[in-house]
Every structure is written in structure tokens, then in C-alpha cells.
């Protein structure tokens, strides 16, 4: 039997953090790692991509196609913050649009570059995408004690509520409110994880199965292949998918703390 | 012993896909609801239909991961 392939590895093992250039400063361990790495490649890769169509004062009247690539991502993102965010001059607006599109392009090629196989998806980790949405959350409350002050946090409790349920619903808003922060963060980690995953065990029984070499497991062999190349298409929209999200629920977030509710 | 409690366990998470089965149910069934009193708002409510899709399957993705950390990382 052909034995290729069919070391068992756990479908986890992509996610493995290795150092490229170790470094210790002090206590701390400061390694240059393969997230790093990745994290590098994709702000490069949109940094390129920006500096390369804005180079001549501001690119083409007529686009080309990668012109065209950048307006769209800009103009996609600028639509959502002003659809989402309501009760302000388009000035004040403008305030927070650098942020949100910065994230957006991030995300969105973080996402895709881990769709390229044998790279390293940078989202799927836990500490990444918790440290982007807590220190996005932070910011949202600090948005939002800037505008209102203390008036804040009348956003704990909704009008018009019986004063003996306040307690509660001050608290279950309060927990709901600090638990946005770490479902931002969780939902988009899941989500590369757990379809990465996915990619991976599949592929896994297809290869399995070819290397089984008799002509019933070739033929069963291109079930779990077809599955995979679906799997990988709606990985992409997945990609795509989440990094959208992420942005509207910063949107939509960063809506309450402005408006209350 | 421990390896068919594991095992037990990670089938046991991969139950949550019904409430997950149940929600994209639901939030394409009521598309299709609206879509169909409001035509003109198709697009429109697309959108906020795929919204509630990827919330939805976020929330499914919870169940796999639960399934993963028994399995491989205790």
C-alpha cells in the first residue's frame, strides 16, 4: 500500500505558530513568527496595491482594472459607514471612514491570503483577531464617553422601563454590551478555523482514498475531491463574508455609542 | 477509556448544527416570505439576508470548534 499521505496529522497542524527569527527581549518573547510574516505580506500587499494606483496624483480618469479593484473596496466601504452610521454631518463621518476601511482591507486580504494553500491564515488565531476587536471596542467606548460623557450610560438602560427591572436590564446590558467584544473576535477566528479545518480533513480522505490503489477508491476518490473544490468556493465567500460582517458590526457598534438608543 | 469519552464528547457538540440547520432555515425562508410580498425590496433584503446568514453560521461554526478543542487540544 502507498503509504504517502497518510501520516496522520491532526487538521490543526496548519495553525502552528513557529519562529522564524527567534528573539527574547528580556522576559519577554518577541520572535519574528510566521503570523508575522503573513501580517507583513498583507499590509505590503495593500499598501503596493494602493501606493502603486495613487502614484500619479491620484490614478487615471479612466481606470484600469486595478484602479477600478480599489475604487470599488473604497466606495463599498464608504456606502456602508454612511448607511450605517446615522445622526451625523458627513464631515464627522469622515472621522472614522480611514479606520473602518483599514480594517475592512486587512481582514479581507489576511482572509484571502490564507486561502492560498501552504500559507498561513493570520485570522484564524484566537490572540489576533481578540486583540482587533477588543482594542476596536475600546475605541468605540471612548468614541462613545467622548460624545455623551456620563450620559453613556443611560445606553444600559432603555427608555420607558419599569423601575423595578432596571437592575436587571442594567446588567444584562452591560454583560450583552461588554460581550460584543468577544463574539467580534470569536465569530471571525471560528470561522477560519473551523472551515480551514474542514478544507483540510476532506482533502485528507480524498488523498487517503486515491492512495488506496484500486479503481473503486479512484472513482470514490473524486466525491470527497468534488466536496473540497465546493468547500474551497465557499470558503472564499466565507472570507469575503466575514471580513463584511466584521466591518458592518463595527459599524453598526460604533452607531449605538454615537446615537444611544 | 478516555479517547471514547473524547470521542462521545466531540460527537455530542456536532448535536448544535440542528439549532444552526433550524436559524439559515429560517433566515432564507423568510426571504423568500418577503421577497415575495415586496419585490421591489429584493435586493435590499438580500443583503440583510446574507448578514443574518453569516451571524447564523458563525454561531454553527461554534459547535465544530467545540468538537476540535476535545478532540485535539485536551
Given at each position: 500500500m502507498n503509504q504517502i499521505g497518510l501520516v496522520a496529522q491532526s487538521p490543526l497542524d496548519q495553525f502552528e505558530i513557529v519562529p522564524l527569527i527567534p528573539m527574547n527581549i528580556g522576559n519577554f518573547y518577541f520572535s519574528f513568527t510566521n503570523p508575522s510574516l503573513f501580517m507583513l505580506l498583507t499590509l505590503s500587499f495593500f499598501l503596493l496595491l494602493i501606493h502603486f494606483i495613487t502614484k500619479k496624483g491620484g490614478g487615471n480618469l479612466v481606470p484600469n482594472a486595478w484602479q477600478s479593484l480599489v475604487e470599488l473596496l473604497y466606495d463599498f466601504v464608504l456606502n456602508l459607514v454612511k448607511e450605517q452610521i446615522g445622526g451625523l454631518s458627513g464631515n464627522v463621518k469622515q472621522m472614522f471612514f480611514p479606520c473602518i476601511l483599514v480594517t475592512f482591507l486587512f481582514l479581507l486580504f489576511c482572509n484571502l491570503q490564507g486561502m492560498i494553500p501552504y500559507s498561513f491564515t493570520v485570522t484564524s488565531h484566537f490572540l489576533i483577531t481578540l486583540?482587533?476587536?477588543?482594542?476596536?471596542?475600546?475605541?468605540?467606548?471612548?468614541?462613545?464617553?467622548?460624545?455623551?460623557?456620563?450620559?453613556?450610560?443611560?445606553?444600559?438602560?432603555?427608555?420607558?422601563?419599569?423601575?423595578?427591572?432596571?437592575?436587571?436590564?442594567?446588567?444584562?446590558?452591560?454583560?450583552?454590551?461588554?460581550?460584543?467584544?468577544?463574539?467580534?473576535?470569536?465569530?471571525?477566528?471560528a470561522n477560519m478555523m473551523a472551515g480551514h479545518s474542514l478544507v483540510k480533513i476532506l482533502s485528507g480522505f480524498a488523498w487517503t482514498m486515491l492512495c488506496m490503489n484500486e479503481i473503486f477508491y479512484f472513482i470514490g476518490a473524486l466525491g470527497p475531491l468534488f466536496i473540497v473544490l465546493a468547500l474551497t468556493g465557499l470558503e472564499l465567500g466565507v472570507a469575503i463574508l466575514q471580513a463584511y460582517v466584521f466591518t458592518i458590526l463595527i459599524c453598526i457598534y460604533l452607531n449605538d455609542a454615537i446615537n444611544l438608543h | 477509556m478516555l479517547e471514547g469519552a473524547k470521542s462521545i464528547g466531540a460527537g455530542a457538540a456536532t448535536i448544535a448544527s440542528a439549532g444552526a440547520a433550524i436559524g439559515i432555515g429560517n433566515v432564507f425562508s423568510s426571504l423568500i416570505h418577503s421577497v415575495a410580498r415586496n419585490p421591489s425590496l429584493a435586493k435590499q433584503s438580500f443583503g440583510y439576508a446574507i448578514l443574518g446568514f453569516a451571524l447564523t453560521e458563525a454561531i454553527a461554526l461554534f459547535a465544530p470548534m467545540m468538537a476540535f478543542l476535545i478532540l485535539f487540544v485536551f
Open positions: 486583540a482587533l476587536s477588543f482594542s476596536i471596542f475600546i475605541g468605540i467606548t471612548i468614541v462613545g464617553f467622548q460624545r455623551h460623557g456620563l450620559h453613556f450610560f443611560s445606553f444600559l438602560l432603555p427608555a420607558g422601563v419599569p423601575l423595578p427591572l432596571a437592575p436587571f436590564l442594567v446588567l444584562l446590558e452591560l454583560i450583552s454590551y461588554c460581550f460584543r467584544a468577544l463574539s467580534l473576535g470569536i465569530r471571525l477566528f | -
